[in-house]
């Protein structure tokens, strides 16, 4: 079955870097675009960007357009997200999950268990 | 953008639960709910407005097209106590709408 695992906690300082992980497993990597979404404490859901996992074409949120790079391995199934120059409120769970389809509507049906990014001083 | 309404409600067991979502403007049947329960992710309920995400429980439908769209839960269950989403697939950068806490009277 299609399953979605992300790398664990991190706790890091204003003016850090993070990098999320995000491996999939239980179907073809490469045909489902991979998206990442966060969700600060006690918050709604704001997606962050996508990648198409066979070409490595990527699309951001223009809020974090200068800040986050998504990237894949398709040898290893795994999608990353780095987040650069964090504040206090990108403090978040980040969440990466998949494209309910090949292609078309960007519905998100398998989802990682989440990723605490705790950014402070 | 998406609005949804109310923001929290408090039914008893067995009510008939509707959630409203309304876009700024019309995307068609374009639209999926989502359920979050407390320190979980996000779990697709309803797509293409309509559609039931296999392995949900038949409680629960969606209907609407343009620019407003309802889920429905018919009989409320105790374990449907968590915070619904409504997202919009189509335009960068996807969107979502602000939440609406369910919890049992």
């Known amino acids: 079955q299609v399953q979605v695992v992300q790398s664990g906690a991190e706790v890091k300082k204003p003016g850090a870097s993070v990098t999320v992980s995000c491996k999939a497993s239980g179907y073809t990597f490469t045909d489902y675009y991979i998206h990442w979404i966060r969700q600060a404490p006690g918050q709604g859901l704001e997606w962050m960007g996508r990648?198409?996992?066979?070409?490595?074409?990527?699309f951001y949120a223009n809020t974090f357009h200068d800040r986050v790079t998504v990237t894949r391995d398709t040898s290893l199934s795994t999608v990353y997200m780095e987040l650069r120059g964090l504040r206090s409120d990108d403090t978040a769970v980040y969440y990466c999950a998949r494209n309910l389809t090949p292609e078309g509507l960007y519905f998100l049906d398998s989802w990682g268990q989440g990723s605490l990014v705790t950014v402070s001083s | 953008q998406l609005t949804q309404s109310p923001s929290f409600l408090s039914p008893s067991v067995g009510d008939r639960v509707t959630i409203t979502c309304r876009a700024s403007q019309d995307i068609r049947n374009y639209l999926a709910w989502y359920q979050q329960k407390p320190g979980k992710a996000p779990k697709l309920l309803i797509y293409?407005?309509?559609a039931l995400q296999g392995g949900v429980p038949s409680r629960f439908s969606g209907s609407g097209s343009g620019t407003e769209f309802t889920l429905t839960i018919s009989s409320l269950q105790p374990e449907d106590v968590a915070t619904y989403y409504c997202?919009?697939?189509?335009?960068?950068?996807?969107?979502f709408g602000g939440g609406t806490k369910v919890e049992i009277k």
């Open positions: 990648i198409n996992p066979k070409s490595g074409n990527t």
């Open positions: 293409s407005a309509s």
């Open positions: 997202q919009q697939p189509t335009t960068y950068p996807l969107t």
